[in-house]
């Protein structure tokens, strides 16, 4: 499955973005579909991810409830809901797909978008 994540740009701190990733195959609706980030010089951190053919949707627990994962099945598309941004959200975020397994740790993604950049200014 092929995935193109778009939705970032620039934003000022306490601003909302939402980011859309699209899924090449109609198939994804079974996949577990993921969100993480990386900003420059620290490792990629695990956002959100979701299965909805189970009911299963995890967070990262630093989020403190501001983002958010949801889906479109019929454009094949996945969002992550971003609120209250603040200056230390500023990364590259990645949208990512595995088949089974909700997991926070990004080797164990098989699929990867190209990334968006979020920057947020204080």
């Known amino acids: 499955v092929q995935l193109q994540a778009s939705g970032g740009g620039l934003v000022q701190a306490g601003g909302s973005l939402r980011l859309s990733c699209v899924a090449s195959?109609?198939?994804?609706?079974?996949?577990?579909m993921g969100w993480f980030r990386q900003a420059p010089g620290k490792e990629r951190e695990f956002l959100a991810a979701?299965?909805?053919?189970?009911?299963?949707?995890r967070y990262a627990d630093s989020l403190k409830g501001r983002f958010a994962i949801s889906r479109d099945n019929a454009k094949n598309t996945v969002y992550l809901q971003m609120d209250d941004l603040k200056p230390e959200d500023t990364a590259i975020y990645y949208c990512?797909?595995?088949?089974?397994?909700?997991?926070?740790?990004?080797?164990?993604?098989?699929?990867w978008g190209q990334g968006t950049e979020v920057t947020v200014s204080s």
């Open positions: 195959e109609r198939t994804f609706v079974n996949y577990v």
């Open positions: 990512a797909a595995r088949k089974v397994g909700i997991t926070t740790n990004s080797d164990d993604y098989d699929y």
């Open positions: 979701a299965r909805w053919s189970v009911g299963g949707t």
